[in-house]
């Protein structure tokens, strides 16, 4: 049965302060200009209630229309122009099956949003072959409003290119976040599963509007606690609440739950017992939560139990969980971020090592999830060797959202360069073309399971991530998850435009400080390729003195290797060859010092100070002005943001004010403190004009920080 809406609002919405927590879905009244264009939307609105995922797309379009429009449907109700919406399938609205052919080839996820005529009116349209595809659809005509485009001759046809679309919380079971940087978790497990915050369904909306359709709840560095039947309850509580929205609970099980929680003397994963204990555990999962995505297992790694602990491969754990999930349709996605605990050899190269060879190995239900880099997250890296080297494998991309070596919270720093950087970049896999995002995607290779993840920075802060343009991390993310082939700057622009104002006034200088961001938070922390010289455990601040301790590619001298000749790796033929693991032309070029892009240098090379660059300075040179440029975009955005002063709302101003004080202050600390230390090892002076270091390296080693927010426990 239909449900014909004739929306009645209440008066304008009174005034809200600005906190952050309605995301980019503030839905605020637009400014009287931008409103004249939609004078007779929504007079009528024609959605579907019937099901959990049409009262979740109706639930929205109203609230979006009612805050956007801020008026009484009546007043606008003549419905010429486009004045219906009509939401929905074929199935659901009949009016819709007359455009059964134009949604062939838009799958289960996608929408068309079209102006069209029906029953002789104009109206604008979205139609989906499910509920999910008219909610997506929705949220789109929402962010086309919010963004004040005009609805006329609209023609828009969608689909996400990637089929697994997860956020990867790192939330333990007692709230804390391994990483998190905004509060604890969101998961309130003590109270789940009866009460059901109403932040859950924000954070299901929130996502549902970016197209994110998974969620891990559980850190993969895990308990095996987060199997029992008291936690897989809890579990299936927040499953209810997000199936509306599409969104898929997975969780991260520990390898050893067999031995921990079901009292078998060993986990290995060719003992037919510990078969037969996580196919019962499957089974009883999917008694829980019927629609489980799967699992998201951490093996071997960092002190994780896995395969290896009983002589078995990550092929032999990963296909033993997925034959336990396979009938339920769950899938695998087991990580590649592992590295031997014998350290036999640089651990840039040992992701590709222990699992290249296994190509063609995982079971059909199994995704392989490589981080963007070999080495960890690094403010910049270049992307990882296993891209273009398991042809058979769907590789799943993870990146990282929340900040753990970019700043933390404080530090205005938009990835969407970063991630399209990483997924543009050309593998040469099957020659020229063979971009990440092709192999991502599943198009070069031919795979139809495909998948992004992206490790949340999400937490109870009332603005979610910590500040508010952290928000854009998360939103860029689900964007380039749906197509990892769309532009960063788009994506910046729609963010802005969605969160602050549709003034250009305020967005164009937002967008680009946003643009620039990336690169100099890379220049006034790790330069020219430099990585891993961040404090100790919690990686706040800089240490690129830190040395010793458990093991050497924990520490900073490792990856930095300066000495009085000179600095990097040298990852080179006549070093680790790390760069072998690349396809030739790849090779070739991050090979040779010649040729290796400069953003690349010292991560591939071992440079002598006086190396000339192209810019025709020395290298040490060119290290402390790219040190000061970025500290220096820094300063540049605090004048940008004081000019929008008036502009944006003053709650929020205010808190970005303050933070870009904080980055000014911690970009210079990093500046100072990197040249104190590093020209121990030139022993050259400063170049003209730039400004020594207030302290000696002493001073800087000195400072300890041993409560630093989101350190591992
Ligand atoms: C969840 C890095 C982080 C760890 C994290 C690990 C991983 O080493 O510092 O906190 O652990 O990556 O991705 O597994």
Do not use: C
């Not at 239900?365 to 398991?390: S, T, Y």
């Amino acid at each position: 049965m239909l449900v014909l809406l004739l929306l009645s609002w209440g008066a304008a919405l009174p005034a809200m302060a600005e906190d952050g927590y309605d995301l980019w879905l503030r839905y605020r009244p637009l400014p009287a200009p931008v409103l004249k264009q939609y004078r007779d939307l929504g007079g009528q609105v024609v959605a579907p209630a019937q099901t959990g995922p049409q009262r979740a797309t109706r639930d929205e379009l109203v609230r979006g229309l009612a805050g956007l429009l801020g008026r009484e449907p009546g007043q606008a109700a003549r419905v010429q122009r486009n004045g219906a919406i009509v939401v929905g399938t074929p199935a659901s609205v009949p009016q819709l099956s007359a455009l059964q052919g134009d949604l062939e080839g838009l799958g289960e996820e996608g929408y068309l949003i079209r102006s069209t005529r029906l029953d002789g009116r104009a109206a604008t349209v979205v139609a989906a072959n499910s509920d999910i595809g008219a909610l997506y659809g929705t949220f789109h005509l929402l962010r086309l409003l919010q963004a004040g485009e005009p609805l006329a001759g609209l023609d828009l046809r969608e689909a996400p290119k990637v089929k697994v679309r997860v956020l990867n919380h790192w939330d333990n079971l007692d709230r804390y976040v391994e990483r998190g940087y905004a509060g604890e978790s969101i998961w309130d497990w003590h109270k789940l599963p009866d009460w059901l915050d109403p932040r859950y369904t924000d954070y299901a909306r929130a996502n549902a509007s970016i197209g994110i359709n998974g969620t891990v709840l559980n850190n993969v560095n895990t308990s095996a606690q987060a199997l029992t039947p008291m936690y897989l309850e809890k579990a299936a509580a927040l499953a209810s609440v997000f199936r509306p929205y599409g969104i898929k609970v997975s969780l991260s099980p520990r390898f050893s739950a067999p031995i921990e929680i079901g009292g078998l003397p060993t986990a290995d994963p060719l003992d037919p017992a510990v078969r037969r204990w996580w196919k019962d555990k499957a089974d009883e999962i999917y008694r829980t939560i019927p629609d489980f995505g799967g699992f998201l297992v951490k093996a071997n790694s960092e002190g994780q139990p896995g395969p290896q602990d009983y002589g078995r491969s990550h092929a032999d754990g990963a296909n033993m969980l997925a034959e336990a999930l396979a009938p339920h349709g769950g899938i695998v996605m087991w990580r590649a971020f592992v590295y031997s605990h014998e350290e036999p050899d640089d651990r840039a190269k040992q992701a590709y090592t222990e699992f290249a060879p296994h190509d063609g190995a995982f079971a059909d239900n199994v995704l392989v999830q490589v981080k963007n880099g070999a080495i960890d997250f690094q403010p910049r890296e270049p992307f990882h060797p296993l891209f273009g080297a398991m042809p058979k494998t769907p590789l799943m991309m993870e990146f990282q959202i929340t900040k753990e070596y970019l700043g933390f919270a404080t530090h205005l720093v938009y990835l969407g360069p970063m991630y399209e950087e990483v997924l543009r970049a050309d593998t040469h896999a099957r020659g020229p073309g063979s971009t990440v995002a092709k192999i991502v995607d599943g198009s070069l290779e031919g795979h139809a399971l495909t998948g992004m993840a992206g490790v949340a920075n999400i937490g109870v802060d009332r603005n979610w991530s910590g500040s508010h343009f952290d928000q854009a991390n998360w939103y860029v993310f689900g964007r380039m998850a749906w197509d990892p082939h769309a532009s960063a700057e788009t994506i910046a622009r729609d963010w802005a435009r969605m969160t602050f104002s549709t003034d250009p006034a305020v967005v164009e200088p937002v967008v680009a400080m946003m643009m620039g961001s990336h690169q100099a938070v890379v220049d006034y922390m790790t330069p020219m390729g430099l990585h891993h010289l961040m404090g100790r455990g919690h990686h706040y601040g800089p240490g690129p003195w830190v040395e010793g301790g458990p093991r050497a590619d924990w520490t900073s001298v490792y990856y930095h290797r300066a000495d009085a000749r000179g600095i990097g790796f040298d990852r080179s033929a006549t070093g680790s060859n790390a760069v072998a693991q690349y396809a030739p032309p790849v090779a070739e070029q991050f090979g040779s010092i010649d040729t290796v892009p400069e953003e690349f240098l010292l991560w591939f090379h071992h440079v002598p100070w006086d190396h000339r660059m192209p810019s025709g300075r020395s290298l040490w040179d060119e290290l402390v002005v790219r040190y000061g440029r970025g500290v220096d975009y820094v300063r540049g955005m605090r004048r940008t943001w004081a000019g929008l002063e008036g502009k944006v709302d003053p709650e929020r101003h205010h808190q970005v004010s303050v933070f870009l004080g904080v980055q000014e202050k911690e970009a210079q600390w990093w500046r100072d403190a990197s040249i104190a230390y590093f020209q121990t090892f030139s022993q050259r002076p400063l170049p003209a004009g730039e400004a020594p270091p207030p302290h000696d390296v002493e001073y800087y080693k000195s400072l300890q920080f041993p409560f630093a927010p989101g350190d591992g426990k």
